[in-house]
């Protein structure tokens, strides 16, 4: 409607018209549509309970408002069965006397190009394995564990502080498979030397296997071993007296490189994370 055209309703209807048009047009500015805006503008820490439930771990969702209607959730010590409730991040909840924490847990896996360093931090400003995946989550996700620089190859990145503490566990058995180049051929002799288990630190170091590469030099090896201990490769090696010119971690607890090219990222499926969760 023009504004001529309001012009001339107005004049001939009177009153009437001014206080239809009031009701019709003021009404809207105060729906409730601005209320919850607002509020929500004040208050960016609340949450759904069943989000926040839901991004615990726990479960999906949709079965935590099943959960919540079941009265198995409570929130600062009271039962809430309550759907669409909110809460905020600082409150305590718990799911069957569980304590819950409401971040997300992301896993991201990383194949690591050469020349970038696994620490939290860098003072000398060399590149960083942390700016790689930077656009994998909001959340602070670090390394499981530590590469060198030159070493490539998988890399897992969480925010779960659980998993992390058990796949770092010496006792959680992680299989890892990695190919190694050498600075020079292997000897036979070394290399059933380290089949039978070298002596590091005076504590002997298991390999599940190593072999020769088909169709390569013989300075070129693989290696399955499940130590979780630092460098544990490179150091076996220089027991030896060689130096590991490249390292490829080509297999870490059941992932591997399929369909992931150097230097780039994925995260895992809900069934890698369920995986990792039992291995011991």
Sequence with gaps: ?????????????????????KKNYAKPKVRAKSKPTSKQSENPDLVRLN???????????????????????????????????KVKLTDEVKFDGRLLNPIKREYVLLNKPKDFTTTVRDEKGRRNVSGLIS???KSPLLPIDKMDKNA???????????????????KNGLRKI????LNKNLRS??????????????????VQEISFVDDAP????????????????????????YEVVKLDRAVYAGLTKKDLPRGHW????????????IIK
Excluded: W
């Design 1 to 21: 409607m023009g504004r001529s055209d309001s012009n001339q309703n107005k004049k001939s209807s009177g009153k009437l018209v001014g206080s239809f048009r």
């Design 51 to 85: 989000k926040y439930v839901s991004n615990s771990g726990v479960c999906s969702r949709r079965d935590a408002d099943i959960y919540i209607a079941a009265g198995q959730v409570t929130v600062n010590g009271k039962t809430i069965t309550e759907m669409g409730h």
């Design 135 to 137: 656009n994998a989550s």
């Design 152 to 170: 490539t190859g998988l890399l897992l990145f969480t925010n779960d502080g659980d998993l992390t503490k058990r796949l770092k566990s010496p």
């Design 178 to 181: 990695y190919h190694v180049v």
């Design 189 to 206: 002799a070394d290399l059933k030397k380290i089949q039978e288990g070298v002596t590091l630190d005076e504590k002997p170091v298991r």
């Design 218 to 241: 013989k300075r070129e090896v693989g290696i399955e071993i499940y130590s979780s201990k630092n460098r544990i490769v490179q150091r076996i090696f220089e027991h030896l007296e």
């Design 266 to 277: 994925r995260y895992l499926t809900e069934q890698e994370v369920i995986n990792l969760g």
